[in-house]
C-alpha cells in the first residue's frame, strides 16, 4: 500500500466519523506534534478524541485534499476542512506531514491557523 493511501484512509475517517479505523492506520506509539496544544504532542487516543471534538463541533463536516506530495516514508497533504457551526460555514486549512513505518503513520505533523479557526468558530456562535 503506497504512503498516499493512508492519507485516504486517514481522511475517510474524519469524513465519515470511523474512529475504529484510527487503529488500524496509527501505530499503537502514535504521536501527533500540534502547536498550540499543552504539552504539544497527543497520542492516538487523544487523536480519536479530537476527531470526536470535531465532528461534535462541526456539522456537515468534510475534508478534502487539496495537494498530495510523498517522499520515502513521508507523505505531506494539504487540506481544507469545511463544515457548519450555528448555520455559518466554517473553513479550516493547513497541512499534515505524516512519518510512516510498517504500513501505519507513527508521526504527524500538523499545521494550520488555530487562532484564526477559534475567531471564527466564535463568530458563527453570536451570528
Known amino acids: 500500500m503506497a504512503n498516499t493511501d493512508l492519507v485516504a484512509r486517514l481522511v475517510d475517517c474524519w469524513n465519515t466519523g470511523k474512529f475504529e479505523d484510527i487503529d488500524n492506520i496509527f501505530s499503537p506509539n502514535f504521536i501527533r506534534h500540534e502547536p498550540g496544544i499543552e504539552g504539544g504532542t497527543i497520542d492516538r487516543d487523544e487523536y480519536k478524541q479530537t476527531l470526536r471534538h470535531y465532528r461534535s463541533a462541526l456539522a456537515d463536516l468534510h475534508e478534502e485534499v487539496m495537494d498530495v506530495i510523498e517522499q520515502g516514508n513521508k507523505v505531506a497533504y494539504r487540506f481544507r476542512t469545511?463544515?457548519?457551526?450555528?448555520?455559518?460555514?466554517?473553513?479550516?486549512?493547513?497541512?499534515?506531514?505524516?512519518?510512516?513505518?510498517?504500513?501505519?503513520?507513527?508521526?504527524?505533523w500538523v499545521y494550520f491557523d488555530a487562532t484564526g479557526l477559534q475567531r471564527r468558530l466564535t463568530r458563527a456562535q453570536s451570528a
Not at 448555520?87 to 504527524?108: Q, S, T
Open 82 to 108: 469545511t463544515g457548519k457551526r450555528d448555520g455559518a460555514v466554517v473553513v479550516l486549512e493547513g497541512a499534515n506531514i505524516l512519518r510512516v513505518e510498517g504500513g501505519k503513520i507513527v508521526e504527524d
